[in-house]
């Protein structure tokens, strides 16, 4: 099953050709009603011939009570034409070009009783609804994608994973109302985790595990479990960690997580480099405990702001609250076959030396052999309104 090394390779390779399926944005999108009447919608990474973020919203275009769909293309997509070839005579032309399409009215064209792709086909003709040829590339930086960001009101799009830092911060900068995918690791980014502290961005309501299956081109190497192929010969692969990443509020995100466990010394150890106790699983946060605690960072998929506070992340990035009581120098690292190596893995499990650990990078909890271990990135909470010592 592909995990977060064929995103990596994906990112090295810029193989970003990650199509998300309308059955994963349709079960997102059902949370956000509300936000979306009278608004501009832009898909900016998104060919109009095999988005499904642009079909999503083509076929939802009266029920959400939009203002207008805006959907613009990079020209080197490389599966143009083949997954929603709404507008194949576009492709004929000299060469795969950057498009841009806007819709501002979808009526049931042909009669069927029903709005589908083939009423917005219709409605390309309309004057109201224009096709047309970016006189750029089509990248969301270039000059008039941004000035199309700025005359919208949502963004809703899988960008590129390896621009995911570039293109929140484009977002940010432009004062975006948004709902995009990215993977679950990006949350340790310094780019990102300030804007989950400060409640500014969250994670979306519908995916909290396992993994999910994306469309990839056809050139894309298919090496992994997991991966098939369709009946019309569609690529697919099944990418681990993926979430949505929003500042659009949705009612969920506000029920309090129940809590079940009392705190033990023994279950719940404290850190060494810092005055905090490590909790495993979000299930487990003890009911009981009013200090501060180290959650895996899947913790933002059950997180309340009304019920905790984030301190910080175990990165090293003093400008949190909480802070390392211990650095450490001169990392040694005793691998699991007995032998030693200089240095240590981000996110690995590892028994270093006492006397040689790693430095504040990494959160380590006491061992029972009396070593240390490091951990897997931790986000530092408390309960809602305890006072700090």
Partial sequence: MAGNRDLQQANRAKKDEFYTQLVD?????????????DKIVFC????????NF?????????????????ATCYDNSPVAGDELP????????????????????????N????????????LIKNHKNTLSILDGNGDFRSEECIELLKEADIVVTNPPFSLFREYLAQLVKYKKTFLIIGNVNSITYKEVFPLIKDNLMWLGASIHSGDREFGVPQ???????????????????????????????????????????????????????YDAINVDKTSDIPYDYDGVMGVPITFLDKY??????ILGITAGRDEFEARPIKRY??????????????????????????????????????????ALKILYARILIRKKGVVSK
Wanted: charged share 30%; with cysteine.
């Fill in 25 to 37: 944005i349709e079960k997102e999108l059902r949370y956000y009603k509300k936000h979306f009447k």
């Fill in 44 to 51: 900016n990474c998104d060919d109009p011939f095999e988005s």
């Fill in 54 to 70: 642009f079909k999503y919203f083509a076929m939802n275009f009266n029920f959400l009570g939009l203002k207008k769909l805006i």
């Fill in 86 to 109: 709404l507008f194949a005579w576009t492709n004929s032309q000299s060469g795969k070009k950057a498009y841009k399409i806007e819709i501002t009215e979808v009526t049931d064209e």
């Fill in 111 to 122: 009669g069927d009783g029903a709005i589908d792709l083939a009423d917005v086909e219709l």
């Fill in 219 to 273: 050139s894309y190497p298919l090496d992994a479990a997991g991966c098939r192929v369709d009946e019309n010969g569609k690529k697919y692969i099944r990418v681990k960690g993926v979430r949505w990443f929003t500042n659009l509020d949705y009612l969920q995100r506000h029920e309090d997580l129940i809590l079940y466990k009392r705190y033990t010394p023994e279950e719940f150890p404290k850190y060494d480099n």
């Fill in 304 to 309: 309340n702001p009304e019920q905790f506070e």
């Fill in 329 to 370: 120098i001169n990392p040694m690292q005793i691998n699991k076959d007995g032998s030693v190596s200089n240095g240590s893995k981000a996110n690995t499990r590892a028994t270093i030396l006492l006397d040689k650990i790693p430095n504040d990078i990494y959160y380590t909890a006491d061992n029972a052999d009396g």
